[in-house]
């Protein structure tokens, strides 16, 4: 089936009489008739829901649905994209590992990996997006478990070499594992390019409503756990009474490790309502997706031909540095997300922002309303100025998520932004 099918169809299937729509199964347990199945089930050899801290109906359909989307085989959601990428890498790293990434990554998830994993005794080393292959290849540690990048980073917007930083992690025998939120498995599906592991904060594009946090972790299924790096993968699992995740559930190990021992242990499973809200942001997804990109390549066009404005990161534009690898994994579109700067750095940014009337300041991006956001009072404020620099972000820069709006109206707002410098 095509995107558009999937996203209306995959996951839930009726039969005879059952509900057309996804049913919220709001139930925290399940019953069963007998205790010998009840511990088949904690045997993982039965499938069933148990307890939906681990799992629940409603969200397994979504996780089917987007495993189906992003073409994985199979998927794991969570209450935020923060809680996917955090369990994406403890899935496979431990104390006194490492794990590589790039720093124009989400402020969020530098502050996840650099700090806070830090104290965990996990080391995240960056690694710069233009890096050559030999650079990566120099970078890998004999504990580094993986490499980490966003499709789209928030908020830069620049592209990550997803088939780059494959060769190089594949060459050192360790999954690639790449956020892409922003992009979104209509615009890009970055397995097709060589990563083995998808996540994403399902809080953006995906949900497109502004109405529930949740996170994704898929699983290609395809990266193979069996080559003498991955104990935790391979030998038993002492927590789960010597189950073996690649000897027991075969291209499925690392996405099933993530539910029955992660998500048990850290519970931070969405509820069947999250679950359900997000569904319905998914069956329109693809409608969204082409708007947010014509609406965002229209407004980078305006600004970039103000002369108050003294750049515009957009990768649909021609001479945008990230505008090549667009071509290559964003062919449908580069999203609804511009960076740019006015003339007159921070203070102008904010008199910018706070002039408009129609994008709402806001502490949220990829919504259905066009909102902006000055990083570097926000989202990034935590970061110090070498980071900002390595992330991408000058102070002066503005995040315009672009919204679904008449494109006139929205033209006319940055028509009030300007006018106000
Ligand atoms: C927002 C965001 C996150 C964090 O997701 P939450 O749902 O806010 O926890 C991670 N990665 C990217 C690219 C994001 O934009």
């Given amino acids: ?113 650099a700090v806070t994993l830090k104290r965990f005794g996990i080391e995240c080393i960056f690694v710069p997006p233009d890096a050559s292959e030999e650079e990566i290849l120099a970078a890998v540690q004999p504990n580094t478990r993986l490499i980490f990048g966003e499709t789209i980073a928030n908020p830069a917007v620049c592209i990550f070499d997803i088939e780059k930083f494959a060769r190089a992690a594949h060459k050192k025998d360790i999954p690639l594992v790449v956020d892409n939120t922003f992009a979104t498995p209509v615009l890009c599906r970055p397995m097709e390019f060589g990563a083995d592991i998808v996540t994403h904060s399902t809080t953006k594009y995906m949900d497109g409503h502004a109405v529930q946090v949740g996170g994704v972790i898929v699983d290609s299924g395809r990266f193979n756990w069996d080559n003498g790096k991955f104990p935790e993968l391979t030998e038993p699992d002492e927590s789960y009474h010597g189950v073996r995740y690649t000897q027991d559930f075969g ?9 029955v021992q992660l998500m048990r242990d850290l519970g931070c499973y969405p509820s069947a309502t999250a679950a359900f809200y997000l569904n319905l942001g998914l069956e329109t997804l693809p409608l969204r997706m082409e708007r947010y990109c014509q609406n965002a390549e229209a407004a980078a066009r305006f600004l970039s031909k103000q002369e108050q404005v003294d750049f515009v990161n957009y990768p649909a534009l021609e001479g945008d540095p990230g505008h090549a690898l667009a071509e290559k994994y964003l062919p449908g579109g580069c999203s609804g997300v511009i960076a ?13 922002m706070d002039s408009l009337k129609l ?46 709006e008449n494109i006139e109206d929205i033209l006319a707002d940055l028509q009030l932004g300007l006018d106000s410098l």
């Fill in 340 to 352: 740019f700067g006015v003339k007159g750095g921070r203070a102008a940014a904010v008199r910018f």
């Fill in 251 to 259: 291209k499925a190990a690392y996405i099933t490790k993530a539910r």
């Fill in 1 to 113: 089936m095509k995107i558009e099918t999937q996203c209306l169809h995959a996951g839930y299937s009726p039969k005879n009489g059952e509900p057309r729509v996804l049913p919220i199964c709001q139930s925290t347990t399940y019953r069963y008739d007998s205790t010998d199945h009840v511990g088949a089930l904690f045997d993982l050899s039965v499938p069933g829901h148990m307890y939906s801290r681990i799992s629940n109906p409603t969200v397994a359909a979504v996780e089917e649905k987007i495993a189906a989307l992003e073409g994985g085989v199979g998927a794991l959601c969570t209450t935020s994209g923060q809680a996917a990428n955090l369990i994406a890498v403890l899935n496979i790293c431990s104390a006194g590992d490492s794990f590589l990434a790039v720093p124009t990554i989400y402020g969020g998830t530098i502050n996840l990996f």
């Fill in 359 to 404: 994008a709402s300041n806001e502490v949220h991006v990829a919504d259905i309303r066009t909102c902006v956001l000055h990083p570097a009072s926000a989202t990034h404020r935590q970061l110090t100025d070498e980071q900002l620099i390595a992330a991408g972000i000058s102070p002066g820069l503005i995040r315009l998520s672009v919204g679904l």
